[in-house]
């Protein structure tokens, strides 16, 4: 996996370059999500009221089945162009797209100062999630209307960076030679896309909850703000899907990411499946992943039940990118921090 | 929805299941089998095995770690033993996490086998009878004839299923979603049983080799040995390894100091009769007949030759040093058995030797900057003839008397109070391999693909179906899609072909 070292001279330039185009993204992530906050604030919010008294309009009639929706219910176009908050959303998402392409140049600037594939560390590794985050955001905003979900999704593209510079910086070059391996390409660039998505469904599943909650009248200060937010969401059912594609998505990839691992750990260690702290949490992970998707067709489990498993689901997933890491001594504890 | 929907209820093993109300012990053991099989155990099971692994990451276990367990055991008197009794040092072969995906497995069989029979039979089958029509059915008027016909031919086109009759055409697609989701759970029982194979037929051993030492695939080579049950340890392949050199490089950049950058064992591999030059390192095994060598681990064996008073030489040979920090500082016992009186000594190495207040002598880079022996010697008894058997890494004092210390450089020697002498000649460098023979991975990878197709087209593909029905001035298109979402693409897309 070496590729042609650059010369030290220009080698440190390109570094250099990396961290600053790093920075760049941060700032036009700052004014994206400034952008994708007035959108989202003029939203027009859905008033509970009307959905509550529908069946009552429909009276005495059986007819309990949804209308049927014309075109494409599932690509969900935004059934209002005249949305308020839209052309700050669309600013909004072109600055995301901007910063992405910003990123993308800093994290393979970085590849090429080091020689290799940019994820050797803990901060390139963070670096690339960053990165990984936001494609999945812009990916799925290519196929739904997901402006709305931009002011959740921008912050945690900025916490990941910030703590990628701040925390988890290194200058190491090199890798140590257990992860020097093909299957580290395989491995790790699939885990980096499945954090994200996970991270995505994560964030839907509790937007879910929190619309869900919405649809009742508020009570304390709390309630109040978890309603305003709410109702600025779109239905419930919508978030439900939303998480649900992004899973069903993410689970193969994640399948395969334990896979290359277990292939990967078999040549360097000479064992597929050791039961390392690292290995135990992708297992937990990717058990509670497959909780949530059978959580989908059984009964009582739909819904509420379902969207905590996948923000559950989530957690595992940090807390293995994280914890497991700085807490633990195990064979994958390279981190590099 | 224009037609019944028929999402998740038409799962046979997802219904209500009621208790038996005075049925017997038959009963009562359907009404557990029902309650084992539906997809609600299923869902706790699975969350339970997630769960049944966290202890598992937090407390050492003895399968990868026994000397972290022995520590917990002397630090934690009280609490160990009690945690050793629920198995909570060897989690994943405990009974009760065996216990849980045994369930898992069973309720996996006896949900899958039954959803296999009933999908043959609806394939079989075809589309079903048109629903109950609907009035917001969307209409095409012209002759209902020619409709029907051109429907038929156009969902034949795009590969549906479709059955034709006088008053309507029924289709019905993605039926590999089912298939998947079947394919999927057999192939994880499969992956089970490739795991279970390989566990009875695998054997894999672990040893320690000095440069320019070797050893032979047999039991009694080995420090450790562990073998499946279907294992012959006599008939385990014949074939040597020795090696030749070994060479290791650390970082020097300061941010990641002492880290290692390079292995490279160099290996003379002899099976058959035939002998080659291999390289070894980590991530790259080497295949003799039908094991795999890998490298585990690597140290330093310090050299000594030990002279007695009258001049003959009753020690000459380098001894591994165990690891003890980062930086290779090791911890070693050589034993002279022949001198007299019998001398034993106790050593510390460092490659790169420092002295501190706090640590004492220790080494600060892995590399062999300055390499210095610490020794402490004694002479007496080494208490061999016992007939108690005595690790290679202890020394008993008992029976000895301590004669002193002394650091000595490569190529400096240290004549002890009773005339003999100690040379510290220089050292060897040792590899850790371990040796093993897997028939399990192949198929559980194996497994693993096909479980993944089936997911995936158990995720992605979406069971729909469309009637076209017969009406006094036309057809009526009814469509229903079984998941999630009720996307009638199909039916926009029939209803422009028919238009
Ligand atoms: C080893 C443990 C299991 C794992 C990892 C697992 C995993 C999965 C996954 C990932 C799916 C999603 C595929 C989809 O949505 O179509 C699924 C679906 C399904 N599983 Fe399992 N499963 C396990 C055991 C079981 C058991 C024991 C049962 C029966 C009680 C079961 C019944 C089902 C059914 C009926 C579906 C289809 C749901 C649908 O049609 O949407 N599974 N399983």
């Keep these: ?275 390392d702290p690292k290995e135990t949490w992708a297992f937990i992970t990717w058990v509670i992943f497959a909780g949530y998707l059978h959580a989908q067709s059984t009964a009582g489990w739909k819904g509420r039940k379902a969207s905590w498993l996948a923000i559950i689901g989530l957690v595992a997933y940090i807390f293995n990118y994280f914890g497991v890491n700085l807490l633990f001594t195990g064979l994958h504890s390279y981190g590099g921090v | 929805m224009s037609a019944t929907d028929f999402t998740t209820h038409a799962d046979p093993m997802d219904r209500q299941v009621s208790a038996p109300g005075g049925l017997g012990p038959i009963g009562w053991l359907r009404w557990m089998w029902r309650r084992l099989i539906s997809m609600r155990t299923a869902l706790v099971l699975l969350l339970l095995l997630g769960l049944a692994a966290i202890p598992g990451s937090l407390l050492p276990q003895r399968t990868s770690d026994s000397v972290a367990v022995s520590n917990y055991f002397t630090e934690h008197r009280e609490l160990a033993p009690w945690l050793d009794r629920l198995g909570l040092f060897d989690v994943y072969g405990s009974p009760w996490f065996a216990a849980i995906y045994l369930l898992l497995f069973i309720s996996l069989v006896g949900c899958v086998v039954p959803r296999i029979g009933v999908h043959y039979r609806t394939w079989r089958a075809g589309p079903p009878e048109p629903p109950r029509r609907r009035s917001d059915d969307p209409i095409v008027t012209g002759d209902s004839q020619v409709l029907l016909d051109t429907a038929e031919t156009t969902l034949r086109a795009a590969r549906w299923r479709v059955r034709r009759d006088g008053a309507h055409v029924a289709a019905e697609k993605g039926y590999l979603r089912e298939t998947g989701n079947e394919v999927f759970h057999v192939a994880l029982l499969g992956l089970l049983l490739a795991i279970g194979w390989g566990a009875v037929t695998g054997w894999h051993g672990n040893v320690v080799v000095r440069e320019n030492t070797g050893f032979s695939n047999s039991v009694s080579q080995y420090d450790q040995f562990t073998a499946g049950r279907f294992v012959d340890e006599e008939a385990i392949s014949p074939f040597t390894v020795r090696l030749d050199s070994f060479d290791v490089e650390f970082d020097r950049d300061p941010v990641q100091m002492g880290t290692p950058r390079l292995f490279d064992a160099r290996v003379s591999v002899t099976s058959d009769g035939e002998q080659n030059t291999e390289f070894l390192s980590v991530n790259s095994p080497v295949k003799v007949a039908d094991a795999k060598v890998y490298l585990i681990g690597h140290g330093y064996a310090p050299r000594l030759r030990i002279t007695d008073s009258d001049g003959t030489v009753v020690f000459e040979d380098s001894v591994v040093f165990t690891q003890e920090d980062a930086n290779y500082t090791s911890a070693g016992v050589i034993k002279a058995p022949d001198a007299t009186p019998q001398l034993g000594f106790r050593g510390l190495f460092a490659p790169t030797a420092a002295i501190s207040e706090e640590a004492g002598p220790h080494s600060t880079f892995p590399g062999p900057d300055n390499p210095v022996l610490f020794l402490s010697a004694f002479a007496g008894d080494l208490g061999l003839d016992d007939g108690v058997p005595q690790s290679v890494f202890t020394l008993d004092e008992t029976d000895m008397e301590q004669l002193g210390l002394q ?61 076209v029905v017969a009406t006094d001035d036309g057809v009526s298109v009814a469509a229903v899609q079984r998941g999630r979402s009720a996307s009638v693409v199909d039916r926009d897309e029939l209803l422009r072909a028919l238009r």
């Design chain 2, 407 to 467: 650091s000595l450089a490569p190529g400096d020697d240290w004549e002890l109070p009773g005339g003999q002498t100690v040379e510290f000649l220089g050292f060897d460098r040792w590899i850790s391999v371990k040796v093993g023979h897997d028939e399990g991975g192949f198929w559980a990878l194996l497994a693993i693909v096909i479980a993944v197709a089936g997911m995936t087209a158990s995720l992605f593909i979406r069971r729909r179906r469309l009637w």
């Design chain 1, 1 to 275: 996996m070496i590729l042609t070292q650059a010369s030290p001279g220009s080698a440190a330039q390109v570094a250099e370059f990396s961290n600053t185009m790093t920075y760049a993204t941060m700032l036009v992530l700052v004014v994206a999500m400034i952008a994708f906050a007035a959108s989202f604030a003029a939203r027009r919010t859905q008033s509970i009221d009307l959905r509550q008294r529908e069946p009552a309009l429909v009276g005495g009639d059986t007819v309990t089945a949804a209308p049927l929706p014309t075109g494409t219910a599932d690509a969900g176009p935004d059934p209002d162009p005249d949305e308020p908050g839209r052309r700050a959303g669309n600013i909004a998402l072109s600055l995301s797209w901007l910063a992405f392409t910003m990123l993308f140049v800093a994290v393979v600037a970085r590849g090429v100062w080091a020689g290799r594939v940019p994820w050797g560390n803990m901060y390139e590794f963070s670096l690339t999630s960053a990165l990984a985050i936001l494609g999945v955001y812009l990916g799925v905003s290519t196929r739904r209307d997901v402006r709305w979900l931009g002011i959740f999704v921008i912050p945690l593209v900025l916490l990941t960076l910030g703590l990628a510079i701040t925390v988890l910086y290194t200058e190491t070059q090199q890798l140590v030679p257990a992860l020097d391996s093909y299957w580290l390409v395989i491995h790790v660039s699939m885990a980096i896309v499945c954090g994200g998505a996970f991270l995505i469904a994560g964030t839907t599943a509790a937007l879910y909850l929190i619309a869900n909650r919405a649809q009742r009248p508020a009570g304390g200060p709390l309630s109040k703000l978890v309603c305003a937010v709410g109702r600025r969401l779109p239905e419930p059912e919508r978030l439900d899907r939303l998480s649900y594609r992004i899973v069903a998505f993410a689970f193969p990839v994640w399948t395969f990411a334990i896979v290359a691992g277990a292939i990967w750990a078999e040549s360097a260690w000479g064992r597929y499946w050791g039961w």
